[in-house]
C-alpha cells in the first residue's frame, strides 16, 4: 500500500488526533503513555532517541523501543535526534516496524544537544536537514514528522517550515519558542508564529507551548488554526489535562503505578521522576516526605510514599476543603515571572499570561544571577560567592603547550600533566607538582645504606 501523506497520513493513520504528549526524555515512557491515553491523549511520541546508539547498540533499540511495544500504545510517534543522514535512515529503518512515524527532533535547546550537533542547533543548516528528511521520505515505509523551535523572526520559520515540506515532512510540530527561550527565560511561546506557519504549508501541524488547561487546547486551536495540541509540561502535572478534569493526584498517582507494575520494566528513577511531579504541590508542604520519595529504593517504597502523601491529603481534605485550589488536586506548576522581558513579545493565551511558566533549567544558562539556572542556584547556594559571568571570572596564565592553566608556582611553566611528562623526558624536578627524578642526597644515603645491610646479611648467611 502506497504510504500516506500529510492529511491522509494524520486524518487516517493518526485519526485525526488533537490531544497531542510531547516526545520527553525519560518521561513519555510506555507506561505514562498509556496513563495519558486512558485519560484523553490521541497520540503519543516517545522520549528522544539518540539515533547512532541505537543504530550501534541492540540493548538500546530493545530497551526503548521493541520491548515497549503494545497495542494500546498506537498511534506512536518514534523520535530521534540526529545529524548525519545515513545513520538517520538507518536508525529509523530498524524502528519504521514499531510505530506509524519518525519524527526528527530538530528543538532540543540544552547544553548537551549544542555539544552533540543536534535539536535546535541544526536550525541554521538547512542543507543538511533537507537532505535528512528526503532520504528518510524516500526510503522508510512510514512517514516523516519534524519538531522544530521558531526563529525571533515569523518569515524566516514560514520560510523554514517550506524548507521541511518541500523536503517530505509529512506533519510539522511548532514548539513556539525560540532557541534562547529556556531554562528561566523561559517565558511565554508565540502562537502567532505558528499561526503563521499554519498558513503557509500544506501539512498538518500541531502547537507546542501554552498549555496547562483544556481551555488552552481549545483556544490555541480556534486562533491558530492548527490541527493538534501538543503538551509535555501540563501533561506532566496533570496526565488527564485532555479530558478538561483536575482530579486528585492520588488517583492519577496510584493509577500509573498500577501501570507500571502491568507494564514491566519501568525505570526506577522515571517513576519517582513522575511521582516527584506529580505530588509537586503537596510535596512543598510535607517536605518530610520528598527526602523519603527521593530515598525510596523501589516501586514498593515509592508506593508508599505516595500511600502516605494520600492519607495526609485526605486527612486535610476534610477539615481544609473550601481551599480554591487544593494541593492535591491535579495542576498545573506556575513559575515566577522572568524579570527582563522575554524578546518574544506576540504571545497568547490569557490564562497563560497569568501563569507565565519559565521551563526548569535543565540546560546551561549564562544569564545574570536572576536568571540562574537551577545547577547554578545550587552552586550559589554552596557558595554565595561563586560568580558565573564569564568577564569577571579569574584569568589563569596558561600552561605553554596546552593550554590549561598552569601551575602556580610551575619551573617550566606548564600545567600538571605537561609538567610530568616533561619532567620525566628531561630527568628533572618540578618541586611545585611535587614531581622528583634527580635523586636527592638522603635518597642516595638510604640507598647506598640499604646496599651495606643486605650484603652484610648474605654474608651472614653464606658464614651459617
Ligand atoms: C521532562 C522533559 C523532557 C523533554 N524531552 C524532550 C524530547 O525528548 N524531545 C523533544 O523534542 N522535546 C522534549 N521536551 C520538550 C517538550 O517536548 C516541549 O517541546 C516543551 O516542554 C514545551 O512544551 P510545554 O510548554 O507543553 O512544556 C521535553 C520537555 C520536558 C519537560
New binding site residues.
Given amino acids: 500500500m502506497a504510504k500516506l501523506q500529510g492529511f491522509d497520513f494524520w486524518n487516517n493513520t493518526l485519526k485525526a488526533a488533537r490531544f497531542v504528549v510531547?516526545?520527553?526524555?525519560?518521561?513519555s515512557e510506555l507506561a505514562w503513555r498509556l496513563l495519558s491515553r486512558r485519560h484523553g491523549a490521541q497520540l503519543c511520541y516517545t522520549?528522544?532517541l539518540h539515533a547512532q546508539v541505537f543504530v550501534r547498540d541492540a540493548n538500546y533499540r530493545r530497551e526503548n523501543l521493541y520491548n515497549e511495544v503494545c497495542e494500546e500504545d498506537r498511534p506512536l510517534i518514534t523520535?530521534f535526534c540526529a545529524n548525519d543522514p545515513e545513520v538517520f535512515l538507518e536508525a529509523a529503518l530498524l524502528a519504521q516496524d514499531y510505530c506509524d512515524a519518525i519524527d526528527l527532533?530538530l528543538?532540543?535547546p540544552q547544553m548537551i544537544a549544542k555539544r552533540g550537533h543536534y535539536g535546535v542547533f541544526l536550525q541554521d543548516e538547512w542543507e543538511l536537514l533537507e537532505k535528512m528528511i528526503r532520504l528518510a521520505n524516500e526510503k522508510l515505509s512510514v512517514p516523516i514528522t519534524c519538531?522544530i523551535r521558531v526563529f525571533k523572526e515569523i518569515e524566516k520559520t514560514v520560510c523554514y517550515a517550506q524548507m521541511l515540506e518541500k523536503a517530505g515532512c509529512q506533519l510539522l510540530t511548532v514548539?513556539g519558542r525560540t532557541k534562547d527561550q529556556k531554562g528561566a527565560m523561559t517565558g511565554i511561546?508565540s502562537w502567532e508564529h505558528i499561526k503563521a506557519v499554519r498558513k503557509a504549508v500544506n501539512i498538518p501541524v500541531f502547537a507546542?507551548?501554552?498549555?496547562q488547561h483544556l481551555s488552552d487546547v481549545e483556544r490555541c486551536i480556534q486562533e491558530t488554526g492548527v490541527q493538534g495540541v501538543m503538551?509535555?509540561?501540563?501533561n506532566?502535572h496533570n496526565p488527564a489535562i485532555f479530558e478538561g478534569r483536575s482530579p486528585p493526584v492520588w488517583e492519577m498517582a496510584e493509577e500509573y503505578l498500577e501501570v507500571v507494575k502491568q507494564y514491566p520494566p519501568c525505570t526506577l528513577s522515571y517513576v519517582r521522576a513522575h511521582l516527584f511531579k506529580l505530588w509537586h504541590h503537596t510535596l512543598q508542604i510535607h517536605q518530610d516526605l520528598r527526602e523519603e520519595l527521593a530515598k525510596a529504593k523501589n516501586l514498593e517504597g515509592l508506593a508508599d510514599v505516595s500511600k502516605k502523601l494520600r492519607l495526609r491529603c485526605q486527612d486535610v481534605e476534610e477539615r481544609e476543603d473550601s481551599l480554591p485550589f487544593p494541593h492535591w488536586i491535579c495542576q498545573p506548576y506556575v513559575r515566577p515571572v522572568p524579570k527582563e522581558p522575554v524578546a518574544n513579545g506576540n504571545s497568547q493565551g490569557s490564562e497563560v499570561k497569568k501563569t507565565v511558566c519559565q521551563?526548569?533549567a535543565l540546560e546551561d544558562s549564562d544569564g545574570s544571577p536572576d536568571t540562574l539556572s537551577k545547577n547554578k542556584q545550587k552552586k550559589r547556594s554552596r557558595n554565595p560567592n561563586k560568580n558565573f559571568c564569564p568577564e569577571q571570572k579569574p584569568k589563569y596564565i596558561k600552561c605553554e603547550q596546552c593550554g590549561n592553566p598552569k601551575g602556580n608556582k610551575c619551573v617550566f611553566n606548564l600545567c600538571r600533566g605537561c609538567c610530568k611528562k616533561k619532567a620525566y623526558k628531561e630527568v628533572a624536578d618540578c618541586p611545585s607538582h611535587k614531581t622528583f627524578f634527580q635523586p636527592n642526597v638522603s635518597q642516595v644515603l638510604c640507598e647506598s645504606l640499604e646496599k651495606r645491610q643486605i650484603s652484610v646479611f648474605s654474608q651472614l648467611l653464606l658464614h651459617a
Fill in positions: 510531547a516526545p520527553m526524555v525519560d518521561q522520549p528522544m523520535q527532533n528543538g532540543c519538531k514548539h511561546a507546542n507551548g501554552n498549555i503538551s509535555a509540561e501540563g506532566l521551563k526548569r
